[in-house]
């Protein structure tokens, strides 16, 4: 595939999308309790992942920022860990089931890291080493899931760099021991070597996974230029092999494979008695999938295609989040939320107006103001690609327009837009990714 | 990433810093020395320290001696530490614990670890609402060590180390300074330590019977999705194993004695009816050290608490709600409160809470007897 061509169509295309109208939100009163003296002030801070930009002179480092727009602190940065120079940023940060913090890298170099976090004696949150761990080869590290498998916990990190970046049809699924963060195995099935026909695994980003079955996307070659995917794959943890390729691919509104991305299994832990199933974004195709299961005959049934992006005026949908009530879903384009009721998955039904957010929206954290105001911070940036006109040797258009660089705040209820921190304007930098400093404030990431 | 919840105090300890307490020391400009530099798990949370007690050497020190010295009770035989020993985590073994009096006290001796965290009001019924509101209180019962502040204060103006250990410390000499320098003392009472804080930084791992235990530990029972617990995280959090932080939250009715036998508890400090019954969720750091247990010592054994939680338990009308509904069993239709474990269950769970036992903690120097170690007094 010629790379130009890519990044001009569906630059394109993109940005025809962002002009697309979505319905404005109506204005609705939230209710605001009285400030909680006792409130933990840490319980509105994220950690962040920053990335410094060429042309700006900055340099990579995780920070801690405060985020309750009610703050004379709002926006800025509390504490701030540069990071060594590595060949491409850390990408995105994971908290373990015990607490322990990591963090994806998109090079070679440190693709997988540990970060270590303490409190010094003023209680304040501290890293005293960000350890990049042996991860046998592979490169391009992008989600981490935590899964039991016949009762024992493993860590699955999808690599979709594979073992050999150079290869046109590169990636894996590395099965690590969550304690010592050994390799255990590597799971790779190339296209190109498995045979026609047979279950392949290529490009792996979105993990999630139910009982003895995971599920991984094939999205697209980290070079942005030598392949698309547009499968899920399955994979039996039992013999941790793939077992079965899903295709959910169907208009192809830019012309390309549809790039399956992030990944939900919607399963009975997540929502009380559900029939559980697959749901599935794809980053080109602009549609959200889903793949119903049989859990007694361990079949996957035919996908079907929830919602259509090219149609509603929306693109790149990409992570899914959820409360206790609702799972949200970013489109970059035009830079939004979508919000469904929880107790209806796996089928989406809207449960409530759209959050408007900037171009890229992508992850989100959920947390409360001092008083007392539920609120969602989207973040909305791709890729911290930079600009041409900067002379930024990291612009590629293939993202075009969805690199706004910022967060944004909103009230949860209402989707009222409370602030917005632009990185680029204020640090100089771009942001990468954003977790609740607490972990979580979201419960169904994979 | 599913359902990993860090509610109260998420997130990390390390891999490599450790632990208990690493103090490094500097001089400021006012010439006190201030504790700069200790690293606590991050999981732990946050913690603060009152701004009019900032905890320096000079107060800890301070505090530490007169923790250890009998000179705080009326007749100079009773010390802090004869009911909060070190190598019992600062418990006593007894029952209920004796002071001046000879009487035994209304409670059980209550460990002294990692009390910047968790319920923010202390003693078994929450009756002080600080550290420093706390340190007094045995020293002027009745029973316990008997004193006169008053005449508590006159007595150690007397004694020269004293007088330059306040000096160096608060500038003063008088109920309040010693009140601050044994709650500053209590703070560093740090235990992050033991195997359970070694898995989790991923230097070890547990046994199958510890990692059975552990999972038990941390699950409510849920017979809709097959899910085993017991039950305890819902009143001893994940990490801290101890009462939640806010408000009351910390206090339960862990359903020990029925309506008829109900003890006051929290009640006698809010008066409440709703708080009738419901005293402090400890810390279960070091529990295999500190029995007997409850508030009233009535178990001796770990396996007794089990058994109190597995079968035991009584109705009253503020028993807490988490435990009525923990049930291991499906569709029990019997009206007796049970958790239903198998007995190979319950012996995971004890198995686990041993590895809450930090021997470091148990004989960490700092924390000892100033004047069994002989160290200079200023």
């Known amino acids: ?446 | 990433m599913f359902k990993v919840k860090f509610l109260a105090a998420v997130s990390l300890s390390c891999t490599v810093i450790i632990v208990v307490s690493i103090f490094v020391f500097s001089t400021n400009k006012q010439g006190d020395t201030q504790l700069v530099e200790f690293t606590t798990p991050f999981v732990f949370g946050r913690f603060q320290i009152p701004k009019d007690n900032p905890l320096t050497v000079e107060s800890v020190k301070l505090g530490r001696r007169l923790f250890y010295d009998p000179i705080l009770s009326k007749n100079n035989k009773v010390a802090c530490a004869n009911c909060h020993k070190q190598s019992l985590a600062f418990t006593d073994g007894l029952a209920l614990s004796v002071g001046v009096s000879g009487k035994p006290l209304s409670f059980n001796s209550m460990s002294l670890v990692n009390l910047m965290w968790g319920p923010k009001h202390f003693f078994w019924d929450g009756r002080a609402n600080s550290l420093e509101n706390q340190a007094l209180q045995p020293i002027e019962h009745v029973d316990e060590m008997g004193s006169n502040l008053d005449d508590l204060t006159e007595e150690l103006s007397e004694i020269k180390a004293y007088q330059t250990l306040f000096e160096q410390a608060y500038g003063e000499l008088n109920a309040v300074s010693i009140a601050k320098a044994l709650a500053n003392f209590q703070r560093t009472l740090i235990s992050s330590n033991s195997p359970y804080d070694q898995f989790l930084r991923g230097e070890i791992s547990l046994s199958p019977q510890e990692e059975f235990g552990r999972k038990l530990f941390m699950a409510h029972p849920d017979t809709k999705v097959s899910l085993r617990g017991g039950n305890c995280i819902d009143c001893h959090s994940q990490f801290l194993t101890s009462g939640f932080s806010s408000f009351f939250d910390g206090f339960s009715n862990n359903g020990l004695d029925d309506d008829e036998n109900l003890a006051e508890g929290l009640f006698g400090v809010t008066k409440l009816e709703a708080h009738r019954g419901l005293f402090k969720a400890p810390t279960l750091r070091n529990i295999a050290v500190t029995a007997p247990y409850m508030h009233d010592g009535r178990f001796k054994t770990l396996e007794e608490v089990l058994a109190h939680y597995n079968s035991g338990i009584k109705r009253s009308k503020t028993l807490s709600p988490l435990i009525i509904e923990a049930d291991n069993l499906a569709d029990s239709q019997s009206q007796h409160i049970s958790l239903n474990l198998a007995p190979h269950e319950v012996v995971a769970i004890i198995s686990f809470l041993h590895t809450l036992t930090d021997e470091s903690f148990l004989t960490n120097k700092a924390f000892s007897d100033p004047f069994k170690t002989g160290e200079p007094n200023d």
């Open chain 1, 1 to 446: 595939m010629n790379k130009v061509t890519l990044i001009l169509l569906v630059g394109t295309i993109l940005i025809q999308l962002g002009c697309t109208d979505v319905k404005e939100s109506t204005s609705a009163t939230s209710t605001v309790s009285p400030i909680d003296t006792e409130k933990n002030i840490e319980e509105s801070q994220a950690i962040v992942l920053l990335s410094g930009l060429p042309t700006l002179g900055t340099k990579d480092s995780i920070a801690i920022i405060e985020m309750d727009p009610e703050s004379a602190n709002f926006g800025n940065i509390l504490y701030d860990y540069p990071l060594p120079k590595f060949d491409a940023p850390l990408h995105h940060l994971y908290y373990s089931p015990n607490g322990r913090l990591y963090a994806t890298g998109l090079g070679s170099e440190c693709s997988l890291a540990e970060i270590d976090l303490v409190r010094n004696a003023q209680a304040e949150p501290v890293i005293t080493k960000v350890e990049c761990l042996d991860t046998q080869g592979q490169s391009v590290g992008e989600d981490i899931m935590w899964h039991s498998v016949n009762g024992k916990l493993h860590m699955f990190v999808t690599f979709m760099g594979g073992t050999d970046l150079s290869q046109v049809d590169a990636g894996s699924v590395g099965v690590f021991d969550p304690q010592t963060n050994k390799v255990l195995k590597i799971i790779e099935a190339r296209k190109s070597q498995v045979g026609e026909g047979k279950p392949y695994i290529m490009y792996p980003h979105g993990i999630s996974a139910y009982e003895d079955r995971m599920v991984v996307t094939s999205t697209v070659h980290p070079n942005l230029a030598d392949g698309i995917g547009n499968v899920v794959t399955v994979i039996d943890l039992n013999s941790f092999e793939p077992i079965e390729n899903i295709v959910t691919e169907d208009a192809k509104p830019v012309g390309f494979p549809s790039s399956p991305v992030e990944v939900l299994f919607v399963r009975p832990s997540i929502v009380e008695g559900v029939e559980p199933a697959v749901l599935v974004n794809t980053m080109f195709g602009f549609e959200t999938w889903k793949i119903p299961y049989d859990a007694k005959s361990k079949v996957f049934a035919e996908p079907e295609k929830l919602y259509d992006g090219a149609t509603a005026g929306t693109g790149v949908p990409l992570e899914f989040y959820g409360n206790d009530t609702e799972l949200f879903i970013s489109h970059a384009i035009p830079g939004l939320v979508k919000r469904y009721d929880l107790k209806s998955l796996p089928d989406l039904v809207p449960s409530g107006e759209d959050i408007k957010t900037e171009l890229g929206a992508h992850h989100m954290i959920f947390y409360s103001s001092a008083s007392g105001r539920k609120l969602i911070a989207v973040q909305n940036n791709l890729l911290n690609l930079g600009d041409a006109k900067d002379n930024d040797p990291t612009d590629v258009d293939f993202i075009a327009k969805v690199n706004d660089h910022s967060l944004t705040v909103h009230d949860l209820t209402t989707g009222e837009r409370l602030g917005m921190i632009n990185f680029k304007d204020k640090y100089q930098k771009g942001i990468d990714n954003i977790e609740a400093l607490f972990g979580s404030g979201f419960t169904h990431h994979h």
